[in-house]
């Protein structure tokens, strides 16, 4: 049971790039997604969730990233998708997806799966 997150790389200011989460072990269908960066030496920050309906109000966004980041997860939801665009040198680190059930938080330690990671670099 496993969640695996890609799509990482290194990009220009400005430039764009889609992390993918994919599920194993277990289906996404009940589960919310949530998506989480990390710089070393930083804590775990919260950058944005959906969650299995948009009932709830969501999707949600931290405010840095409010506007440029859009979450998403397919139709079969089994995969979630974090597109970012007009990336900035700040949003550089590593971007792990996690999953809870159901409903979002922005608190990691109610989030019961989460994937390696993948890290983001911003740089020119």
């Known amino acids: 049971v496993q969640l695996q997150a890609s799509g990482g790389g290194l990009v220009q200011p400005g430039g764009s790039l889609r992390l993918s989460c994919a599920a194993s072990?277990?289906?996404?269908?009940?589960?919310?997604i949530g998506w989480f960066r990390q710089n070393p030496g930083k804590e775990r920050e919260w950058v944005s969730c959906i969650s299995i309906s948009n009932r709830d109000g969501g999707p949600f966004y931290a405010d840095p990233v409010k506007g440029r980041f859009t979450v998403s997860r397919d139709g079969a939801k089994a995969t979630g998708f974090l597109q970012m665009n007009n990336l900035k040198p700040e949003d550089t680190a590593v971007y792990y997806c996690?999953?809870?059930?159901?409903?979002?938080?922005?608190?990691?330690?109610?989030?019961?799966?989460w994937g390696q990671g993948t890290e983001v670099t911003v740089s020119s």
């Open positions: 072990g277990f289906s996404l269908d009940y589960y919310a």
């Open positions: 996690a999953a809870m059930y159901v409903v979002c938080s922005r608190e990691s330690d109610e989030y019961e799966y």
